[in-house]
């Protein structure tokens, strides 16, 4: 069961482990014990308890990423500038822990002076979608929470822009007026494409076209799932107005769940762009085994 | 004490009443018994509670407007379809009560079929603010959680618009990522117009902007009284963005509570456009008399 290394996926709200070998994952465990839940002490104990019966013998290498290495983290990793590679073995944090079975280093997330922009987390994802696809020029882009739009060329993040896309979903569909008339999940793909079209037709429009959606649910039987469905479809449709720079006439991978790339490649191909999808965990993984790699070939 | 009518603006939050005689405000009260707290049942009691001093003798007129009037009010009063007057005193809805010490008249809201658009309560403010500038043909801007940009002609609403604009700044500036970076309340003037700028500038841009102001926090030192001040600012300017149809070269006046209407009157006048202000309580009560006038004159 001993494996060769850890990989740990440890954001805001999830921590995320997986116990590797050379044939890839062997075991692999997840709790809410996210960033925002833990005080720094805290850090150690939920680890280990995801990962305990995985621990024999010398030190076993754990590699991290994610928000477990912001100021609020577990050990800060100060982020890199960009344009540079997206992973350097060298620039990983060492982090002490008190555990003799195990190591720890922590990803530094990457920085953009000029639009000030961060990722932490992303930047492993990169790194992974890079090693899924050596030689890739062109742009990822990493939808969810906080979207993220990268230009890769040589192997290096030359620039990126986020988008509070996902973030501004929930609060819209969970929190506001407008939740009154979304009480349904299921999904609506005609709505949602509406709500692409008139996002990117008109997206200076977006708080009008949010209300819309309200008045529309009391005078015009606008259906729960529709109402939710072009929700989607409006944020969505507003980023790729903005972004259109990022994506028109050029390459374009997907990294993320199978259901946000979906949305995304659904969106992009009504603009006639044709999308690959790379799942982010397989990216976070390849990410993190590169530093893996790296770490136990210096060691060598 | 005992007033000719009492005067009620009773929005989702909050219930305010003034006794009113013929030389205007004699007394007023507020309390949070908006709609949402109240089931049907409650709404009277809440209403008598806050009036049962001024009551004596026959039954004295109560004009209610605002949410009061909603489906989830105490008595619908179905919308009128503009384009019409924002007020008809025969349009008013008779609400039975049980108390025989009042009467009750609730103003019922407006719609617009196309784009599908709602208001309720700002009808009571635009024909009160019509009573103070008869004649006024041009643009009324209602702003606040739903800003509303309404076009009069002829004594008319001859259509509307609304935006979310004021109730995502809540949701952003208390429930998203950004609140951490937005715990102070101090304005910054400087911070508010390059938020005007940018968001006008590049409205298809807001889910950027905003990042970006989590961003410059992380990264870039950007003060947390900038952030918040700056966030307003983007929102207003992607608004107006919107919104131009509207206030370009037209004469536009503003509805609304001095601070919110300070705001809006400062991002238009970056834009070349001197507004004037009238206040939204002045307003509704302008209204309301109007309608109570209406009724007292039918009953002579």
């Known amino acids: 069961m ?124 990169i790194a992974g979608a890079l090693a899924l696809h050596p030689g890739f020029d062109g742009i990822f882009c990493l939808p969810g929470t906080h979207s993220k739009w990268v230009q890769i060329s040589a192997g290096e993040v030359v620039s990126f822009q986020t988008y509070l896309t996902g973030e501004m979903f929930a609060l819209l569909s969970q929190q506001s007026v407008l939740r009154h008339g979304m009480t349904s999940e299921v999904w609506d793909d005609d709505a949602f494409d509406q709500g692409v079209a008139d996002g990117m037709a008109r997206p200076e429009r977006i708080a009008a076209h949010l209300f819309r959606l309200r008045a529309e649910g009391l005078i015009a039987d606008l259906s729960p799932s529709a109402a939710r469905s072009r929700l989607s479809g409006l944020l969505i449709g507003t980023e790729l107005a903005a972004a259109k720079p990022y994506w028109l006439g050029t390459r374009v991978i997907l990294v993320g769940s199978a259901a946000i790339s979906g949305l995304y490649a659904r969106a992009l191909s009504q603009q006639g762009l044709e999308t690959e999808t790379l799942p982010a965990k397989d990216c976070t993984i390849a990410g993190l085994a590169l530093a893996a790699g790296a770490l136990t070939k210096a060691a060598e």
Chains 1, 2 share one sequence.
């Not at 709200?13 to 997986?18: D, P």
């Open 2 to 125: 001993r494996p060769d290394w850890i990989a740990v996926d440890w954001g805001t709200t999830h921590l995320r482990v997986w116990a590797m070998g050379p044939e890839g994952i062997r075991a692999e465990a997840t709790s809410d014990n996210g960033m925002s839940r833990l005080s720094r002490a805290g850090f150690e104990p939920a680890l280990l308890g995801l990962i305990e019966l995985w621990l024999s013998g010398p030190p076993i290498p754990v590699l991290a990423c994610g928000m477990v290495g912001s100021r609020q983290g577990w050990h800060e990793a100060p982020y890199r500038t960009v344009p540079c590679k997206p992973l350097l073995a060298g620039a990983l944090a060492a982090v002490p822990v008190k555990d003799k079975r195990i190591t720890l280093q922590i990803a530094p997330g990457l920085k953009q002076v000029r639009p000030a922009d961060v990722m932490r987390g992303e930047e492993t994802q």
